[in-house]
């Protein structure tokens, strides 16, 4: 790709006319980069139609139209009785006589619309319609412009994915300044690129949905090359691995510790694990770094598999770090290894952004000493002060919160170390060695010995009252139940359950209920769930939202509630689920569901109560919304593709996966590599 191309590509957005630092920011937060290259990728979900219509009366509640209007009358607004506001109103009649009200409700603008729309003059203005006091009225219209500036207003307008503080007209403005002076930086361009960026510029001016969808032509085209672009970087990541230059030195045994982990572990390992172990263990015999992604069910002991590579890499002096997403699960995952680990003989130590000061300064003397052999953190395990004396194995839970320059930071402290993943989101088998083909994959698809399966059921909202009586009996005999809102505070616009409301409600029925949510300090929220995992606290019911996913273990929760359902994805309600079922006693999924459910909605539940295999549940998920990110340096959900759409576009990831593999790796396919930003180091 030409220099002056790249450049273009990677100016920010700040520089476009009518853009500025501030937009820009908020961009970067919407389409996740502030870049030109960053705002073509992200392209219109819609099309809405503004044809011009001359009687008002024809439109429908609720229809966005485009309509010519001579202007009546000013009425101004204000505030009146207990501070309501009153809107500004301008009075206007369209062709055919009839009252069409245009409405504002910001009075500071009042001398601004009486400039814009002065009495007796013609405008055209396009805006959705709704019948109020039954006169038609549009509210804040999108557009007003002269009658002469008709053109103006688009016909068929591209509706894109915004955020706070970005218009569509904003979009409209970036897009168009972009794509008049695209044509002068492809100059000289090959017809490959040429044909790339024209495919985005259809995207960007669709005529219809039709031109949207994943089956029309130039969706399908950039869907085939961004998967092409990500299955070459698996290639490269995957050839650079077994590359002879990329070569290690197998380190010797010096200690003889798997003996003394099989005894301090108080249960039998399952045949899964067993094999996983195994598949491990070979692994780090080779030459070649190991590059292996564990998938395991919720509950299904990801943890001691990796407890036995880190003391495997332990057996040779070397160092392990054990990276979780949060200070929580960090905590968890160091509370049960440590005892292990003491009993083997091993020091496992904990590092955070919490420790501070002179703690922090002890825990770093011993990792650069190499007495901590394995260190359990969060993002402070690759800060720029962390030093290792041999990082020998890199281990990330919940590997799909993290992306590749992540991954990679903490590899980069060590000389080649092994990296083993484990994620408990499972990934479709269909799915599984197209998006990881640059690990192999090893999967748990045992539970320990003496789970029981949880016990799903569906319930509507109106029979709340009812499930707390029901399940009052077992809390005041020791049960303990986690209750999940979707919200924080009540909402005007939603139906769905505020947690702090629900927290207030079930407090007038039990003696000791907790609260958690995003929005709490995080100390006083980490303090809440320690309290409610500690069976001599008196706590038995935590209401909480989604911050309960991971990172919190409570042997004697055997109640999951989930209230609105309907409104999460089946990966989190897996998740969530999965909060409970941990000891030997019969566990229970409540999934409470409110009137509006949609049968999309239905649909989830069904499938929730109907099986507890992570697998089926995954397949089933990526069927109805699709595919996430794992490949980019996004840091949740699955490979956030721009243009792929699993559904329809199942064939291409084979199509341009043995296109990858057969075929070398081209300019064409690295100038891809670079626009899709696939997060490996791609070369000349």
Partial sequence: MKKELIDFLNMDLQFIRGVGPVLAGRFNDVIGGRRVLDFMLHIPSSVRNRGITECAMDATHGDTITIPLQIKSHKPGGTFGRGRRRPTQIMCADKTGQTVVIQFFNSSYLDYWLKKLPIGAWRIVSGKIE???NRPTMTHPDFIEEMQNATKIPTNQAIYPSGEGLTQKTFANVRDQIFVALPEKLNGADEQTREFFDALRRVHFPESNDDLAPTSTYIAKLAYWELLAHQAAIVISRKKREDKTNRRTVRPKKYDLIPKLRDAIPFELTGAQNRTINEIF????KDIPMMRLVQGDVGSGKTIVALAAAIKMAETGAQTALLAPTDTLAGQHFAKLK????????VCDILTGRDKGSVRKEKLISLRSGRTR????THALFSDDVEYKDLGLVIIDEQHRFGVSQREALRAKGNNPDLLALSATPIPRTLSMTIYGDMDISIINEKPAGRLPIKTTKLPMARVDNLVAHIKPQIE????VFWVCPLV?????SDMTAVETRYEELKKVFANVGLVHGQMDKKQRDAVMQQFADDNSGMNILVATTVIEVGI????????????AERFGLAALHQLRGRVGRGSEQSFCVLVYGDNISPDGLKRLNVLCETDDGFVIAEQDLMMRGVGELLGTRQSGWIQYHFVDYREHRDLFKLASRAARDNEIDSWTRDLMYMFDCGVNVGA
């Fill in 477 to 480: 005999s020791g049960a303990k």
């Fill in 489 to 493: 505070d009540e909402s005007e616009e």
């Fill in 553 to 564: 273990d409570v042997p004697r929760a055997t109640i999951m509630v989930i209230e609105n």
């Fill in 339 to 346: 005892p292990l680990c003491d009993k083997i003989g091993i």
């Fill in 131 to 133: 019948m109020i006091a």
């Fill in 282 to 285: 070979a692994d780090m015999a």
């Fill in 374 to 377: 394995l260190v359990v953190g």
